[in-house]
């Protein structure tokens, strides 16, 4: 079993409705929860980190976390094509401060017009 | 002027050659690290660096040393390159604690023929 895993889609939705991205891991222990936006060709940019069980918001971004059946997801209300690219989970182990994160693999979202 | 600067940003090379990516950084983070990205594996870490002496190795070290010669440099040499290092590196900060993300470099792009 991965110790991080995401669906690689792509998972395409239309333009302004709300697209769902999942993500498990494997550690019961992990500490915290990075969400990162890849375009193609780019370096990953963080968009939110989460690491208390329940909902954080930021825009139209909502992290949702819960620990006890270990997965984390990405909400995206009022998809934009300016959305589509590779989201990638990440993962700080136990440990807390180590900062030595794991990734996983990214899903493709494609936001259509 | 970008926080975290890699060069170069493409790379082509010959099987055999040694070759070194190298990273500065403005951030101030002590914590910085190389990672790989492959088409379907994802980013994986190579090395880390917690301090100018403090070097761990990652999951894929082998074929690959480093050297961190300050705070802010963390050169990543590939001593006799091979096809199958041919990917895209990145370089990335990060501050002390769980909250703390990544701050990803642009990325090189390199190719052993």
């Known amino acids: 079993q991965k110790e991080v895993e995401q669906n690689s889609g792509p998972l395409s939705v239309p333009e302004g409705a709300i697209a769902s991205l999942n993500c498990t891991y494997s550690?019961?222990?992990?500490?915290?929860f990075f969400w990162y936006r890849q375009y193609s060709g780019k370096s990953p940019e963080l968009i939110m980190f989460?690491?208390?069980?329940g909902d954080k918001e930021d825009g139209r971004f909502t992290a949702q976390l819960n620990k006890a059946s270990q997965y984390v997801s990405l909400l995206i209300r009022d998809s934009q094509p300016s959305d589509s690219a590779t989201y990638l989970c990440a993962v700080n182990p136990p440990g807390g401060a180590t900062n030595k994160l794991i990734f996983g693999t990214g899903t493709l979202l494609a936001v259509q017009p | 002027d970008a926080d975290v600067t890699q060069t170069p940003r493409n790379r082509i090379t010959k099987t055999g050659k040694r070759i070194m990516l190298e990273c500065s950084q403005t951030?101030?983070?002590?914590?910085m690290y190389w990672y790989r990205q492959d088409p379907g594996l994802g980013l994986r870490l190579i090395y880390y660096s917690f301090d100018v002496k403090d070097i761990n190795k990652g999951e894929i070290s082998d074929g690959y040393s480093v050297s961190r010669q300050a705070q802010a440099k963390f050169s990543l040499s590939l001593e006799s390159a091979i096809p199958n290092q041919t990917a895209l590196y990145f370089c990335?900060?990060?501050?002390?604690?769980?909250?703390?993300?990544?701050?990803f470099g642009s990325g090189t792009r390199l190719t052993v023929v």
């Open positions: 990335a900060t990060s501050d002390v604690g769980r909250d703390y993300g990544y701050t």
């Open positions: 550690d019961r222990g992990s500490q915290s």
């Open positions: 951030k101030g983070h002590d914590r």
């Open positions: 989460i690491y208390s069980n």
